[in-house]
């Protein structure tokens, strides 16, 4: 895949990826946690901080930001190199897990990094697996919400006007009010924090065609 914008060391990015087809990736416990430690694994091999992320039955979000040159490449070619194998091996499976190369947008303001990352934890709201993000396991937000004061939190206190609300709990939580609304607000973003339409084959979390037959 042609990466037209290299990745800046010290910079954030939301990096995202589904299964190949739509297909459902994640179909055990011992499938989210295994990538869980995959991605551990390869963070610190390669000096990227991964500052939130989510994993949902057929696609993943992170957002993060490599503190040496290469970082995020590295790391997303061992982890989707690892979790194809293991998949494969695993569900008797032959062919591509993922739907191609990852992608990245680049985030380039401290409202952005709060607003992608708030996006990130409602997730499994705005698909229906949860009624908070707090109830979905597999995302860092309960580390956050257990944080007295964390990354996320300093983040906020950088935010100057109507996006500065206190703690990044107390954002996200204004955020499952609307989040439909929320969505279309970042989509209609010009600096690209999320997917792109479903005409480039990355449907919105949700929709009928993406998340519908996954919903419990």
């Known amino acids: 895949m042609d990466r037209p914008d290299p990745i800046v060391t010290n910079e954030f990015y939301h990096l995202y990826n589904r299964g190949n087809n739509k297909q459902r990736v994640f179909h055990e416990d011992s499938d989210y946690r295994a990538f869980l430690t995959k991605l551990n694994a390869a963070s610190s091999r390669h000096a990227v901080t991964i500052a939130a992320y989510v994993l949902m039955p057929n696609h993943y979000h992170l957002l993060a930001q490599q503190t040496r040159d290469d970082g995020i490449a590295k790391m997303m070619e061992a982890l989707g190199t690892s979790s194809a194998k293991r998949f494969n091996l695993k569900y008797k499976h032959v062919g591509h897990l993922w739907q191609g190369p990852y992608r990245y947008a680049f985030i380039p303001t401290y409202e952005g990094i709060a607003e992608v990352a708030r ?98």
């Open 119 to 216: 996006y990130i934890h409602l997730n499994p709201v705005r698909a229906r697996l949860a009624k908070s993000p707090e109830e979905w396991p597999w995302s860092d937000y309960r580390e956050h919400v257990t944080s007295a004061e964390g990354f996320l939190d300093q983040v906020l206190s950088e935010v100057q006007g109507n996006l500065h609300h206190g703690s990044y709990v107390e954002f996200v939580r204004q955020g499952v009010a609307d989040i439909d609304a929320l969505r279309s607000a970042l989509f209609a973003s010009d600096e690209g924090f999320l997917p792109p339409s479903s005409g480039e084959g990355f449907l919105p979390p949700g929709s009928s065609k993406d998340e519908g037959n996954l919903q419990r």
